[in-house]
């Protein structure tokens, strides 16, 4: 219901008043402090434990996350559109048999060398009502970075919250994944978005032949529920995901696109690898002409000093040769293995908190991320903590950035980042055009790209290249 | 009204462990200011876990300094200070824990503690709501100015920035605030 105070013709003088009055109500409504604790190596528990463990998140959030649950329901094998053409896409599976080495670029390259086609989750949260919380909902955008023209739209199957998307290197093949549930009862389901430009259908979505994938043990499920790491194979005929088991236990797989079928996995219940280890959710990217993964994980953090914290920072690499099953840390190779912080909000991490995820080159040599209001390209070797090339400062004046980079090319010397000023609880898109701020970051340069008007921000792992 | 450096460091004092005076000292300052601080934090965070959170970090901050601070009689103006830059940090974590949630910061007006509000006017509901919208340093200017009804001069001390530009972002978040009432963005 709207209030009388609505009326534009009202003086805003009136919000001086009505805010100091709220202000002092909401105040009032804590009438005691807790205990001072100042015991011996004392920090602020609850102020890190969200940091360390469990996010907080707001508390509207976790009503929202369980509405959408509530809603959740089978999600069909066919699937979804609202394609510009139109028309019921049939629910057949489209493989790209290019060889894995194929370029990144492979045809009708966009601006600035960067791959021309983009799939994109987009997010929309009902209004809320009176006592009501507004229910999350998620859907996917096919863009083209050349014309900035949506190519289509694919509203989720029933019941299913996108999480994140990848791309293979033929500039056609896409996967989606989505949470279905939430719990101990949420499962991940995949999708192909395969795009066919000047096509009847110019892209199609269908489900995958992947049997449902695992989220956790149903209780440390922000970490999943933010994210399901999953990298599509160059060639696009091979899908890597991190799964986690019901004991928060880390698996990577990799999944034949074509028939669903599980070619190769690595597990391990090193406890620094399951859910509790981690303090963000890990990443894959495929190296080695895809030959091998690189799985990036960012430990949890542990305590240095009355506000200095630190985690490890670990790049792995595993050779995708077919033998089926391995353990994850016995088979796995350690390409970088750094320690990282500092006091939170630092911006010299370089990969921790807002800094994560990195961006791994497909050619296994390079390590991209930001500082915060920099990026940074290292050399992925063991031990290796130098600067490397290609760092561009976009910071502007006084305000606080968030920075992340999206893709990186195979050489990682060119990066596609999105970037914002940092407003209290949220991450305002380009203050001074209101447009959402995606970059190539190369040579020094940052040149924006061009999205459809309406397109919302996209976070590392909600969009792909 | 004067802040401290919450990095001022004097170089004739003793540097070493709290003591039992320390304690004393800043227990008694927390029976005096801690509600208070809370209730500014709430503000700013709007939640009350995080606020006493913050506010337990403020002062086991100045514990943890008390030899190290230079004017104790300004101890409620560091406090207040550490208690200001105490939420910025736990705003700029929740950024990075929200950032998949872009569009709901933009667009949800409902403000977190739910709780505390029922009881409130619908106007004043929507005016909080409003307020976590608004970005931190405004959200910071309205609780200096309106809240605590600090002069434009001492809340410019808090802040750290000029005047005028005290100025400024005051007027900017009212006008604000007024824009998405009108528009019913809150």
Redesign the interface.
């Known amino acids: ?3 009388e ?4 013709s009202r003086d ?1 003088s009136w ?2 008043d ?17 205990p ?3 015991a011996a190596g ?3 528990a ?2 890190r434990r ?2 360390l463990g469990t ?7 976790a009503p ?1 996350t369980a509405a959408t649950a509530v809603t959740a329901l089978a999600v069909g094998l066919v699937l979804i559109r609202s394609m510009p053409n139109g028309g019921v896409v049939p629910a057949a599976v489209g493989v790209v048999p290019t060889a894995d080495s194929t370029p990144a670029t492979a045809s009708g390259a966009g601006p600035h060398g960067v791959p021309r086609y983009y799939l994109a989750i ?4 009902s ?2 009502t009176a006592g009501q ?2 229910v ?1 909902t998620t859907h996917l955008v096919v863009g083209d970075s050349l014309t900035a023209k949506p190519v289509a739209t694919f509203a989720p199957p029933a019941g299913v919250r996108f999480l994140d998307v990848t791309a293979a290197g033929d500039d056609r093949t896409f996967v989606a994944a989505g949470q279905v549930g939430s719990g101990a009862s949420a499962t991940i389901r995949l999708f192909e978005v395969r795009v066919e430009p000047g096509s009847s259908h110019p892209a199609q979505l269908t489900a995958m032949p992947v049997a449902p994938l695992l989220v956790g043990d149903g209780k440390s499920v922000d970490l999943v529920t ?1 994210s399901f790491p999953v990298a599509l194979s160059g060639s696009g005929t091979e899908l890597a995901v991190a799964e986690f088991s019901k004991t928060g236990a880390m698996a990577v797989k990799v999944f034949s696109v074509a028939t669903g079928s599980l070619l190769d996995q690595w597990t391990t219940t090193d406890p620094s690898l399951s859910l509790r280890g981690l303090s963000e959710a890990p990443t894959l990217s495929w190296i080695d002409g895809g030959r091998a993964l690189a799985l990036a994980t960012l430990g949890a953090a542990t305590k240095s000093g ?1 506000d200095n914290y630190t985690a490890w920072q670990t790049v792995r690499s595993l050779n995708v040769d077919g033998t089926m099953t391995g353990d994850l840390i016995a088979d796995g190779s350690v390409l970088r293995d750094v320690q990282v912080g500092g006091a ?2 630092d911006s010299d991490a370089c990969g921790y ?2 800094q994560w995820p990195p961006a791994v080159s497909a050619d296994g040599k390079t390590f991209s991320c930001t500082t915060g209001a920099a990026f940074v390209t290292y050399p992925l070797a063991p031990g290796a903590v130098g600067t490397g090339p290609g760092k561009v400062d976009l910071r502007v004046g006084n305000n ?1 950035f ?1 920075i ?1 980079v999206l893709w990186a090319n195979t050489t990682g010397d060119t990066l596609i980042a999105t970037w914002g000023v ?6 305002a898109s380009n203050p001074n055009t209101k447009d959402v701020q995606i970059d190539v970051i190369s040579h020094g340069k940052a040149t924006p790209l061009r999205f459809p008007q309406g397109f ?2 996209v ?1 590392p792992g ?1 969009v792909a290249w | 009204m004067d802040t401290v450096d919450t990095d001022s460091y004097a170089p004739g004092r003793r540097h070493g462990p709290p003591g039992g005076d320390a304690a004393h000292a800043v227990t008694a300052l927390y029976q005096a200011h801690a509600l208070g601080m809370i209730r500014i934090a709430l503000l700013m965070l709007g939640e009350r876990g995080a606020a006493e959170d913050v506010v337990q970090d403020a002062f086991l901050g100045m514990y943890r300094r008390w030899q190290r601070i230079n004017e104790p009689q300004k101890a409620e103006a560091y406090l207040r200070s550490a208690v200001f830059n105490g939420c910025r940090d736990a705003l700029r974590r929740q950024s990075r824990r929200n950032r998949r949630d872009w569009v709901a910061a933009v667009d949800l007006g409902e403000p977190p503690s739910a709780e505390a509000v029922a009881l409130m006017s619908e106007d004043r509901r929507r005016i909080l709501a409003g307020l976590r919208l608004l970005p931190v340093r405004q959200r910071e200017a309205l609780v200096c100015r309106f809240y605590l009804e600090l002069s434009e001069e001492e809340t410019a001390r808090v802040m750290n920035v000029s005047r005028g530009t005290v100025k400024s972002t005051t007027s900017r978040a009212v006008a604000a605030l007024g824009r998405m009432f009108r528009e019913g963005q809150c």
């Open positions: 219901m709207l209030s105070n609505n009326d534009p805003d919000l001086a009505e805010t100091a009055a709220a202000m002092r109500e909401f105040a009032g409504t804590v009438t005691e402090a807790p001072l604790r100042l004392f920090s602020s609850g102020a969200s940091l996010r907080r998140w707001w508390t509207w959030l929202v987009q997010q929309n949260f209004k809320p919380p507004p999350l933010d009355a939170f909000g908190m807002l606080e968030v992340n940092q407003d209290s609880n949220t991450v919302q921000p976070f909600g």
